[in-house]
């Protein structure tokens, strides 16, 4: 079964840029599909971008022109590049391999966006 683990997490103002780096061990990568999910406080974990298996790439609204989901399957690395970052993006950013259902998650990454 894969491991993930996230990083690349910290503060930043309004208007920056973060990129989150998700790096996988176990399994075979290649076959899985991968995506990002965060969890505001007090709130549920929401889907932010998902990438399918083949390159199909889906955002959350509220992500869409900001957020780029990418991945490397000879790495068994999976990054999101968060630009012009707003207050309403902070929380625990989580990679999740093979679905938010029954699929993986790594412990979680902060990101804090200050106004």
């Known amino acids: 079964q894969v491991q993930l683990v996230e990083s690349g997490g910290g503060l930043v103002q309004s208007g920056g840029s973060l990129r989150l780096s998700c790096a996988a061990s176990g399994g075979i990568f290649s076959t899985y599909s991968m995506g990002w999910y965060r969890q505001a406080p007090g709130k549920k974990r929401v889907f932010v971008a998902f990438m399918i298996d083949g390159g199909g790439l889906v955002y959350a609204d509220a992500v869409k022109g900001r957020f780029i989901i990418s991945r490397d399957n000879a790495k068994t690395m999976m990054w999101l590049q968060m630009n012009n970052l707003e207050p309403e993006d902070t929380g625990v950013y989580y990679c999740?391999?093979?679905?938010?259902?029954?699929?993986?998650w790594g412990q979680g990454t902060q990101v804090t966006v200050s106004p």
């Open positions: 999740n391999s093979g679905g938010p259902v029954r699929g993986t």
